[in-house]
């Protein structure tokens, strides 16, 4: 069935493109593939995909480890909650360009401001998520390690990360998709590499093909990584319900 | 520590009702010598917020305890017995008064299993082994549960998640067994298995046992003590030691013992078993 959709969809384009008859407007499905075939035979495009995913990962790791530590405070403490609380609201109505042109004042056009901004993006919404999951943790189990002494390593490996599995795929999952996206603005505001840089060098000569084929390009080996890493792990960390 | 509230409740239950000196394993706490037991309890009040008041559930409940001992707490559901053990083992510090707990592993078996559902039975008995998981199968055969070391609780009867929790409880040779309403949705051939389990840890292993329960039948013939608590707010109405003729439900002094027990104490008459989840 997804074949069948994803059948569709191509088919529908190369409809457009050919009924449109502006190739400059709206290529055709060959002429995309054409150019992805030439960029990575030149080497720019792989190279250029290699370094965002990198920095994908990178404010990835970061959002996902201060936003599930603080989640978790938040929802284990009022006392935290309520000092997080106001810093949550303001980050999550703060507009990205603002965070992204913040970052690049404050500490410069470098890769440590282009992660920092995209984590800061990304840092609330996994907030939000984990400290759902912190404040559903069954006391009973607390209760059950407290008398029995468990280590805290244990508690956290057995105990806790269990419960909050479920919110931390789900933060994962959805902060994958927001992150890349966030990355390439960042990218095109302010590094002279990456998938986001190519694509404003693309705007300039309004090249829609080459457009076409970074955005196609990304957004498959995205979805090849939450379908080969996440969605896996979401289903392992699940298993036990079924 | 001094225990003179369960000693004097004690006395007074022996001497209004004339069952005399018995010849228990252990003997009260008012015949022991200042600082008997290695558990000590006294909760002087407990008492809970309600609507805005606070409501007093407990006053002046004292006892102490030796090893090897099995005390049974005796009281009709909602009378303050959870409340006990919950004090006892430190989850409830809203108290006044004063625990004093044995050195040692503690063996808890709350009034629902507690099984994380996300390990196998043997994962849930491991995590509490300490890395020593050796005594495990020869437990879990016990209690007739063989072969199961690799389900989920989601597989098990509430009775099985039961046994499996009595285990986890049993495992590491505890210095004292809290068990809270143990042998509640058991059959009562499981129950009577169970029962003797306990009895043998107690004996073999000098566990102090602290069992809460609603039901007399369940207690007779293996507890050495009955504290049974009653009144509003839930007084320590009496420590009484027990013998086995006079817990023997088939003994003319068990049958007696109970009648009495249940004369004196009617709120200790049979009563529905309260409800619990795996």
Not at chain 1, 72 to 86: K, M, Q, V
Not at chain 1, 116 to 125: F, N, Q, R, W
Not at chain 2, 43 to 62: F, H, N, P, Q, T
Not at chain 2, 125 to 138: F, K, M, N, Q, Y
């Amino acid at each position: 069935m997804r074949a069948l959709s994803l059948a569709v969809f191509f088919g529908l384009w190369w409809g457009a493109a050919l009924i449109a008859a502006k190739p400059a407007l709206l290529p055709a499905p060959p002429a995309v593939l054409l150019f992805a075939w030439r960029a990575i035979r030149s080497g720019a495009m792989p190279r250029n995909i290699a370094i965002t995913t990198l920095r994908v990962a990178a404010a990835f790791a970061v959002s996902m480890l201060a936003g599930s530590s603080v989640g978790y405070l938040a929802g284990r403490s009022r006392r935290a909650d309520t000092l997080i609380d106001p810093w949550l609201i303001i980050l999550l109505n703060l507009p990205v360009l603002v965070v992204v042109v913040l970052c690049y004042i404050w500490i410069g056009l470098n890769d440590v401001a282009a992660v920092l901004a995209v984590a800061l993006v990304k840092v609330p919404t996994v907030m939000v998520t984990v400290r759902e999951g912190a404040r559903a943790l069954d006391p009973g189990f607390d209760e059950l390690a407290l008398v029995y002494r468990l280590p805290w390593r244990q508690r956290a490996r057995r105990i806790i990360v269990p419960q909050l599995a479920p919110y931390l795929a789900a933060a994962g999952r959805s902060g994958l998709s927001i992150t890349w996206k966030i990355v390439l603005i960042v990218e095109l505001l302010g590094r002279p590499n990456g998938v986001g840089f190519a694509l404003d060098e693309l705007f300039q000569t309004f090249d829609v093909a080459g457009i076409l084929a970074y955005g196609f390009a990304f957004a498959a080996l995205m979805l090849l990584v939450e379908a080969v890493l996440l969605r896996p792990w979401e289903s392992h960390a699940n298993a036990w319900r079924r | 520590m001094r225990m003179p509230g369960a000693a004097n409740a004690g006395a007074r239950y022996l001497a209004a009702h004339g069952i005399g000196e018995t010849s228990s394993p252990a003997a009260p706490a008012a015949a022991q010598p200042a600082g008997y037991g290695v558990l000590g309890v006294r909760i002087d009040g407990k008492s809970y917020a309600d609507a805005g008041r606070r409501r007093e559930v407990l006053r002046d409940v004292a006892f102490a305890a030796a090893a090897g001992e099995i005390l049974a707490l005796l009281a009709p559901s909602g009378a303050g017995k959870t409340t006990i053990l919950r004090i006892v083992l430190g989850l409830d510090r809203d108290f006044r008064g004063e625990i004093r707990l044995p050195q040692g592993r503690l063996g808890v078996m709350f009034q629902e299993p507690r099984l994380l559902p996300w390990l196998t039975v043997e994962g849930n008995l491991r995590l509490v082994t300490g890395g020593d998981p050796s005594e495990i199968p020869g437990l879990l055969s016990q209690v007739g549960l063989e072969g199961t070391e690799n389900l989920h609780p989601k597989a098990l009867s509430l009775g099985m998640a039961r046994r499996v929790a009595l285990v986890r409880a049993l495992l590491g040779r505890p210095a004292m067994l809290v068990l809270d309403e143990p042998f509640v949705s058991l059959d009562p051939r499981s129950a009577t298995e169970l029962v003797s389990l306990v009895a043998r840890a107690a004996r073999r292993g000098g566990t102090l046992v602290l069992l809460a329960t609603h039901d007399v039948d369940q207690v007779l013939g293996y507890a050495d003590r009955l504290l049974v608590l009653g009144g509003k707010p839930a007084r320590l109405a009496a420590d009484c030691p027990t013998s086995p003729a006079l817990c023997s439900p088939n003994e003319a002094a068990g049958r007696n013992f109970k009648q009495k027990l249940l004369s004196r104490f009617p709120f200790l008459s049979a009563e529905p078993a309260p409800e619990a989840a795996p």
